[in-house]
């Protein structure tokens, strides 16, 4: 297993190198100057070309990409153009609160998820099914940010028990959890209670039943085990996700994570926080793909890695 890790850990570098050149020609195909918007819009065009210079958006675009890939080897991504901060301290006062915002989100989800499918799976064709696939169809069709505002309107505003926004405390985790977790639910829900069904059907669930073994171990400790493995793979992109793409939750509740960085960055044209960033999600997704890899081998030491 080691030799798989290090050789898929070697294999990122070049995916992460044509990842950089997609992200790096997207940004700068932004409308918008950074210069102007760093000189003031009072600004005479000598004054915005000092500041042009200043930042090397004078420079040929492949020679800014250089400058870019060379940095990043060095371990320096830049300087943020609104702020003057180093791109690294800018994301990492914003990193751990939109960890912890994810992977409390991701916690509830997993297990309302799982219980509500299993209850389906189980119980199929019954109100229990019903209820449980009412639910989550409401969680995916619901939109988020609209869920938010509503979690906020009742919960914040009119009965006052939370935090309507920002991060003060734990309990300004509970509402954004709950809407960023939702969607979530619902397709852990939907893929558990298909893939358990599945799995049910087996010779061997019934060969356990046969000898004696109560419903609950069959279930729990003999199928739910087995059904794991597509739910583990669609968990684990929707950590990504989440992690990569909580712009919209993290905006309606005023959270001072990386979504929220992304929008003021994009906002003033900040092409080293923005790149930066985009290629830190890169990583993410490649890096929680290895890691759903490896769990594989826990649920079903069939599957060997060469």
């Given at each position: 297993?080691?030799?798989?890790?290090?050789?898929?850990?070697?294999?990122?570098?070049?995916?992460?190198?044509?990842?950089?050149?997609?992200?790096?020609?997207?940004?700068?195909?932004?409308?918008?100057d950074?210069?102007?918007?760093?000189?003031?819009?009072?600004?005479?065009?000598?004054?915005?070309?000092?500041?042009?210079?200043?930042?090397?958006?004078?420079?040929?675009?492949?020679?800014?990409?250089?400058?870019?890939?060379?940095?990043?080897?060095?371990?320096?991504?830049?300087?943020?153009?609104?702020t003057?901060?180093?791109?690294?301290?800018?994301?990492?006062?914003?990193?751990?609160?939109?960890?912890?915002?994810?992977?409390?989100?991701?916690?509830?989800?997993?297990?309302?998820?799982?219980?509500?499918?299993?209850?389906?799976?189980?119980?199929?064709?019954?109100?229990?099914?019903?209820?449980?696939?009412?639910?989550?169809?409401?969680?995916?069709?619901?939109?988020?940010?609209?869920?938010?505002?509503?979690?906020?309107?009742v919960?914040?505003?009119?009965?006052?028990?939370?935090?309507?926004?920002?991060?003060?405390?734990?309990?300004?985790?509970?509402?954004?959890?709950?809407?960023?977790?939702?969607?979530?639910?619902?397709?852990?829900?939907?893929?558990?209670?298909?893939?358990?069904?599945?799995?049910?059907?087996?010779?061997y669930?019934?060969?356990?039943?046969?000898?004696?073994?109560?419903?609950?171990?069959?279930?729990?400790?003999?199928?739910?085990?087995?059904?794991?493995?597509?739910?583990?793979?669609?968990?684990?992109?929707q950590?990504?996700?989440?992690?990569?793409g909580?712009?919209?939750?993290?905006?309606?509740?005023?959270?001072?994570?990386?979504?929220?960085?992304?929008?003021?960055?994009?906002?003033?044209?900040?092409?080293?926080?923005?790149?930066?960033?985009?290629?830190?999600?890169?990583?993410?997704?490649?890096?929680?793909?290895?890691?759903?890899?490896?769990?594989?081998?826990?649920?079903?030491?069939?599957?060997?890695?060469?």
């Amino acid at each position: 297993m080691l030799r798989y890790v290090i050789k898929r850990l070697i294999g990122i570098i070049p995916i992460l190198f044509f990842v950089s050149i997609f992200i790096f020609l997207f940004v700068h195909l932004i409308p918008g100057d950074p210069a102007r918007l760093v000189a003031g819009q009072d600004a005479t065009l000598q004054d915005v070309e000092v500041v042009r210079q200043e930042l090397g958006l004078n420079q040929p675009i492949h020679i800014q990409y250089f400058n870019f890939i060379s940095g990043i080897f060095q371990g320096d991504v830049g300087s943020s153009i609104k702020t003057g901060r180093p791109v690294f301290d800018e994301i990492a006062s914003r990193f751990m609160p939109t960890f912890w915002l994810t992977f409390w989100s991701m916690i509830w989800a997993v297990m309302v998820g799982l219980l509500i499918g299993v209850i389906s799976a189980t119980k199929r064709n019954k109100w229990q099914d019903y209820l449980g696939m009412f639910g989550a169809v409401s969680g995916i069709s619901m939109p988020s940010f609209w869920m938010g505002l509503l979690l906020i309107q009742v919960f914040a505003v009119q009965l006052g028990w939370l935090p309507v926004g920002g991060l003060e405390s734990w309990q300004s985790y509970i509402l954004p959890s709950i809407t960023l977790g939702s969607g979530v639910a619902a397709v852990v829900a939907r893929f558990s209670r298909s893939s358990l069904m599945d799995i049910l059907k087996d010779d061997y669930i019934r060969t356990g039943r046969a000898k004696g073994l109560n419903e609950h171990k069959v279930v729990w400790g003999h199928g739910l085990k087995n059904a794991m493995i597509p739910v583990v793979t669609m968990t684990g992109l929707q950590f990504g996700f989440l992690l990569g793409g909580s712009i919209v939750i993290e905006t309606v509740f005023s959270w001072p994570g990386l979504g929220r960085l992304l929008i003021d960055s994009v906002a003033f044209r900040d092409y080293p926080v923005i790149q930066a960033e985009m290629l830190l999600f890169a990583l993410e997704f490649i890096l929680i793909n290895l890691i759903v890899d490896l769990i594989y081998g826990f649920l079903n030491p069939q599957i060997r890695y060469d």
